[in-house]
């Protein structure tokens, strides 16, 4: 059964840089998209943006000046950058596998709490 | 951006009612609308894709229906583990990904 297990910095200061990782256990890495989202009161359900295991991304036009999704397919495991990171960067951060013929997220990580204060 | 009206906000309900909620897209989605139930503390979790399709495990008192720009879900007997928060979410070639901003089914 496939889980994703996702970690990161709980607290950042304005103008620094999000970091949140994800790894796959108990399944394929290749033949799927692996996603970001985020979840906040003022937004709801944001997507963030996507790569795939040859590192091919998508990205939210919003966030795209700020947004680096990387891949690292030896270890299965995907990666969040944000930079110039604001209060309204605060959000529970989650990594979801794309399924593409159903165009939909079928597994969830179990989510990243992130606070931006200073 | 496709933007996704989701109603009611919030819906009242008791065991064995029957629900619906609504979901509507700004422009056409073709089929590609998908289902999802929240609770409290966890990530979200797939009910339907393709506006109608019933993911595996989900039980089949959950139904979708709809295409184009006008979606339903419906619980056909609400049961005791269904009061939650409900998303619905669009896939369209010409848009990044985006959800409702959800309905909560509470106990009336």
């Known amino acids: 059964q496939v889980q994703l297990h996702q970690w990161g910095a709980g607290l950042l200061k304005p103008s620094e840089t999000l970091s949140v990782s994800c790894a796959v256990y108990g399944g394929a890495f290749s033949g799927y998209y692996w996603s970001w989202i985020r979840q906040s009161p003022e937004k709801g359900l944001e997507w963030i943006g996507e790569?795939?295991?040859?590192?091919?991304?998508n990205y939210n036009p919003s966030l795209k000046s700020r947004v680096t999704v990387s891949v690292d397919t030896s270890r299965k495991q995907f990666y969040l950058y944000l930079s110039s990171v604001t209060a309204a960067d605060t959000a529970l951060y989650y990594c979801?596998?794309?399924?593409?013929?159903?165009?939909?997220?079928?597994?969830w990580g179990q989510g990243t709490m992130v606070t931006v204060s200073s | 951006d496709i933007q996704m009206t989701q109603s009611p906000t919030t819906l009242s309900a008791s065991v064995g009612d029957r629900v619906t909620i609504t979901c509507r897209a700004s422009?056409?989605?073709?089929?590609?609308l998908a289902w999802y139930q929240q609770k409290p503390g966890k990530a979200p979790k797939l009910l339907i894709y393709?506006?109608?399709s019933l993911e595996s495990g989900v039980p089949a008192r959950f139904s979708g229906s709809g295409s184009g720009t006008e979606f339903t879900l419906t619980i056909s007997s609400l049961q005791p583990d269904d009061f939650a928060t409900y998303y619905c979410?669009?896939?369209?070639?010409?848009?990044?990904?985006?959800f409702g901003r959800g309905t909560k089914v509470d106990f009336k």
């Open positions: 422009q056409s989605i073709s089929n590609w």
């Open positions: 393709k506006a109608s």
């Open positions: 979410q669009q896939y369209n070639s010409a848009s990044p990904w985006t």
């Open positions: 790569i795939n295991h040859s590192g091919s991304t």
């Open positions: 979801a596998r794309v399924l593409l013929d159903r165009n939909a997220f079928d597994i």
